[in-house]
Structures are given as structure tokens and as C-alpha cells.
């Protein structure tokens, strides 16, 4: 399992993490660098699921005010970068995201299990 965490100026941290079953789990924001266990705890975030298709992570997710979107991310060596999101409709295209937005891979010993 890999997850991925991108820092945003001098103080807000958040993470993506990508199960082996293909389930997804992103945590929220943070003024520090997550822990060990906050990062194995999928109490607080937001699921979904994902696929890899050539060098694209494709993740799907679902929140009450935008319903279903995809989120595209590339990968490149150790960091993935959103490229883009859309809705969910029934083509391949996306709205590219303007300046992209990397996430570095770290390694810690994560534990916990998707349980969703």
C-alpha cells in the first residue's frame, strides 16, 4: 500500500493512501506532518476507489454537494500530481487543474486495513 503526502506553504500537510484492494482514503488537512497513527487512522476523511491506467491514477469519490468525481493524478517517479477532475459522465475527459498538485511518496509502517 503507498499514500502519498503533499505539503502546501510552511504548514498544512494532507495525504493520500492507495489500498491494494483498490479502495482509496484521503485525510484532511493538518498544521503538522501526520503521525504514524493518524496516518493509520481512516476514521476522518474521505473514501473511494481508484485505478491505474498507464502512468494515471484514476479516483473515484462521492461528497453530498458535487455527487461523484473523478480525480486524475500522474504518476512520475515518486510523487503523483492531480492533473484534473470531473464529474462522473460517460467520457474520459477532464478539467486540467491549473498549476497541478504533487504529492511526495514517503515510506512508514502503516498498519491499519480498509475497512469499507
Request: with cysteine; hydrophobic share 25%; aromatic share 18%.
Amino acid at each position: 500500500m503507498n499514500f502519498y503526502v503533499h505539503q502546501q506553504g510552511d504548514s498544512i500537510y494532507s495525504f493520500k493512501r492507495f489500498f491494494e484492494n483498490g479502495r482509496y482514503f484521503s485525510g484532511g488537512t493538518r498544521k503538522n506532518p501526520p503521525t504514524n497513527e493518524y496516518l493509520n487512522n481512516t476514521c476522518s476523511g474521505s473514501y473511494g476507489h481508484y485505478v491505474l491506467k498507464n502512468d494515471t491514477i484514476i479516483v473515484e469519490t462521492h461528497n453530498a454537494s458535487a455527487g461523484y468525481v473523478f480525480h486524475y493524478y500522474k504518476v512520475n517517479n515518486s510523487e503523483i500530481k492531480l492533473i484534473g477532475s470531473k464529474h462522473r459522465k460517460f467520457d474520459a475527459k477532464y478539467s486540467p487543474h491549473s498549476e497541478g498538485i504533487k504529492f511526495k511518496f514517503q515510506k512508514v509502517n502503516l498498519y491499519s486495513k480498509s475497512d469499507w
